[in-house]
């Protein structure tokens, strides 16, 4: 499995990676975010949709779900922060009601607290997580491959990281 860190300093460093990220994703990708409450998975988020060419980009209330954003293909970006966990069956078959499948079919998911229902996900996926770092504008972010599309990926991201 291929990974790669890289420290950002502001949001804007953040989301300026989170373009390249998005520059790069196609149909079908899946993009899982770990990392806890404030750690930036948001701010990424919408890096990540500008450089999938969305130029709307709304702040998405925590009760929704998901909000789908047009750009070169739809990014769908979920939220499922409320959640408590994967084991509450009725909260399991709401994500499955949510049709992950045929999203990507036309578009890419980004997916937010997605370890809270971590089975509905295709097994090939990159993962990216969020950490505080040493001064209160700082985040780690890790990314890991789950899948050859996505080591492919990584590796064409590495030139971004210096
Ligand atoms: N380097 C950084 N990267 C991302 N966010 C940062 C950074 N430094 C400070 N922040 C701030 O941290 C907060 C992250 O919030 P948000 O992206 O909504 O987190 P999450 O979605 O993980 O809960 C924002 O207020 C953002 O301005
Ligand atoms: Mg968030």
Redesign the pocket.
């Known amino acids: 499995m291929s990974g790669l860190t890289l420290t ?4 804007e ?3 300026a990676f989170g373009r390249h990220i998005g520059e790069a994703l196609g149909i079908g990708d899946v993009v899982l ?1 770990a ?11 919408q890096g990540i949709a500008w450089g999938a060419g969305v130029t709307e980009y709304a ?1 998405s209330p925590t009760f929704v779900l998901v909000h789908e954003y047009a750009g070169r293909i739809p990014i769908y970006h979920l939220d499922l922060y409320r959640f408590e966990g994967a084991y509450a069956v009725d909260d399991l078959a709401e994500v499955e009601d949510l049709g992950i499948d045929e999203m990507l079919e036309t578009g890419a998911c980004i997916v ?1 607290w997605a370890e809270r229902a971590a089975q509905v996900f295709p097994g090939d996926f990159l993962e990216i997580s ?1 950490a505080e ?1 040493d001064t ?4 780690i972010v890790t990314l890991a491959a789950h899948g050859t599309r996505y080591e492919e990926m990584i590796a064409a991201l590495e030139s971004f990281t210096e």
């Open positions: 950002t300093d502001s949001p460093a953040t989301q975010l990392g806890t409450l404030g750690a930036g998975k948001t701010t990424l988020t702040h937010e969020l770092g209160p504008d700082q985040r």
